[in-house]
């Protein structure tokens, strides 16, 4: 959606709420452990590609894209001893590539899916992809974006939510918690800032609905004298 001036909005139906992204990551992580009780891999397939959309932001083609060697982890990948800070190297628009910074959440959860990978034999050379189905062929955009899909169902959110919607929520969420548009734009590889800043006007947005909302349902009282 665009506004007058042909500058693209971020609307609500682009992006999930803070509880909403909360709820999906609970459900998915939840079958994620069931699978892996029964010895089945869709699901813990299926919550390693949504941690790397909800908790750094890529692109579904850069999750699809995504190399074991482009891991910098404590230890595994192709971390430079000097240097420690866990982040991925990410071939994003235009081919150009950055270093998306990332959690120690998910670098935990990346460092156990390698070593899952390795007891499934999976091909573990810095070329490998990070996702793969078990027919050992790498995960196609066409199959994020239908496993995601059938993650929203799981979870009972809006079937409106398309992958890139994590993207956003990735975006709106990391700039309401540090004000940064800077390391927003960083993180998500924007060329621009001025692409950023429609996390900015989703927080703006947000506090007019809060204003709005502070005395609603509140009485009317006319007699109160000031003091």
């Keep these: 959606m ?6 693209w909005i971020l609307d609500r139906t682009k992006y999930m709420t803070e509880p909403e992204v909360k709820e999906l990551r609970r459900v ?5 452990h069931a ?20 908790s750094a932001g890529l692109r579904v083609s850069e999750i699809a894209g995504l190399r074991i060697g482009n891991l ?4 595994i ?36 899916y390698l070593l899952w990978k390795r007891l499934l ?35 009972g959110l809006p079937a409106e939510y398309s992958i890139h919607a994590c993207r956003h ?6 700039y309401r918690k540090t004000k940064n548009l800077r390391l927003v734009q960083k993180q998500l590889g924007h060329s ?14 947000e506090a007019v609905e809060a204003v709005n909302g502070l005395f609603k349902g509140g009485e009317r009282r006319d007699d109160i004298t000031p003091s």
């Design 2 to 7: 665009r506004n007058f001036k042909g500058r």
């Design 28 to 32: 998915v992580e939840n079958k994620a």
């Design 35 to 54: 699978d892996l009780a029964t010895g089945r891999t869709t699901w813990p397939r299926f919550w390693m590609a949504l941690d790397l959309a909800v």
């Design 72 to 75: 910098h982890l404590n230890g």
């Design 77 to 112: 990948g192709n971390l430079h001893p000097n240097n420690g800070e866990a982040r991925m190297r990410v071939l994003g628009k235009g081919k150009k590539l950055r270093d998306v910074f990332i959690s120690s959440g998910l670098m935990r959860h990346l460092s156990d």
């Design 121 to 155: 034999e999976e091909p573990m050379t810095p070329e490998a992809f990070v996702l793969v189905s078990s027919h050992r062929n790498p995960y196609a955009i066409r199959t994020l974006q239908y496993a995601f899909k059938v993650c929203l169902k799981e979870a």
């Design 169 to 174: 929520s990735y975006g709106t969420i990391l």
């Design 192 to 205: 621009s800032i001025t692409t950023t800043t429609v996390y900015a006007d989703v927080s703006a947005e």
